[in-house]
């Protein structure tokens, strides 16, 4: 059963920068489709940006520009890197395949706060 661990969330001020990674277990990572997903205080989880196996990225309207996703199948780990952060950016961050079929991880708390 394949696995999903977050890290690298934190609190940081409006234009602001973090990095969040998530590693996955199991042996199929490379061969599926990978995003993340934020759940904010006001609105369901969604997807936010998600890397197709041979590294080809898409991302929702609202981080496009200043999110980057990608992935290291050597490492079985997807990263999110996010620039110029905003308010509106707050919530868990999560990581699952394309459709989300696995259990969901802990999740990463990211808060952009002044």
């Known amino acids: 059963q394949m696995q999903f661990v977050e890290s690298g969330g934190g609190l940081v001020q409006p234009g602001g920068s973090l990095r969040l990674s998530c590693t996955a277990s199991?042996?199929?990572?490379?061969?599926?489709?990978m995003a993340w997903y934020r759940q904010s205080p006001s609105s369901s989880r969604e997807p936010v940006a998600r890397?197709?196996?041979?590294?080809?990225?898409k991302y929702a309207d609202a981080v496009l520009g200043r999110f980057t996703i990608s992935r290291d199948n050597a490492k079985n780990t997807v990263y999110l890197q996010m620039n110029s952060l905003e308010p509106d950016d707050t919530g868990v961050y999560y990581c699952?395949?394309?459709?989300?079929?696995?259990?969901w991880g802990p999740g990463t708390n990211v808060t952009v706060w002044s």
């Open positions: 699952n395949m394309v459709p989300p079929k696995r259990p």
């Open positions: 199991g042996s199929i990572f490379r061969f599926i489709e």
């Open positions: 890397v197709g196996t041979a590294g080809s990225t």
